[in-house]
């Protein structure tokens, strides 16, 4: 169910971006139902974007999009040069993005060993989607939406928060191919 409700997250998400300025994303109220009573717990998540300038024309960066992503082990489920977008509705990982751990691109909170992310099932999407900057290079926008939850266990996944580390890795990656 939680899978279901991520990826309609972000789906809803990738829409929003390609048409205006971003708006979170917030994830409906959950209602517990005991015999005593009912209470409403709000299980709310704002998708918050990583954004950045980089100095080259928007064909340049679309050129080395695909690849940066690539580099990074990301696999792309979509792509549209008309709006200049990419990304993955939801890969399924453990312990690692490529070659980095995950707990330096999600926060899932910490267990008793360490970073959760590092050893949950991690529900992992990327987006990102370019645009002209006023300044003559593009901007960079990317979303990065996660849930988690013990591998080892059955049940629903949480939300993870991310780092800030794959949206400022990607546009590194971005800068360094257009060298």
């Known amino acids: 169910m939680r899978a279901g409700i991520l990826s309609l997250g972000v789906a809803m998400a990738w829409a929003c971006a390609s048409s205006g300025p971003p708006s979170p994303t917030i994830n409906p109220d959950v209602r517990i139902v005991t015999p005593q009573n009912e209470q409403a717990m709000s299980i709310t998540s704002t998708v918050v974007e ?3 300038t980089v100095a080259a024309p928007i064909d340049k960066v679309w ?3 695909t690849p940066a992503y690539d ?3 990301i696999p792309l ?3 549209d040069p008309a709006t200049h977008s990419v990304g993955n509705g939801g890969v399924i990982l453990h312990r690692k993005l490529g070659k980095t751990r995950l707990s330096e691109y999600i926060n899932c909170g910490n267990s008793q060993g360490g970073p959760s992310a590092d050893t949950y099932e991690v529900n992992l999407s990327i987006s990102t989607r370019l645009a002209p900057a006023l300044s003559g290079g593009t ?3 990317t979303v990065v939406n996660a849930a988690g939850k013990p591998a080892s266990l059955s049940g629903d996944y949480i939300p993870c928060a991310s780092t800030d580390g794959l949206e400022t890795r990607l546009v590194r990656t971005i800068e360094a191919q257009l060298k």
């Open 50 to 52: 990583g954004v950045a």
């Open 77 to 79: 489920t979509a792509i």
């Open 63 to 65: 050129a080395v999009l």
């Open 71 to 73: 580099s990074l082990g």
């Open 139 to 141: 901007v960079v926008t």
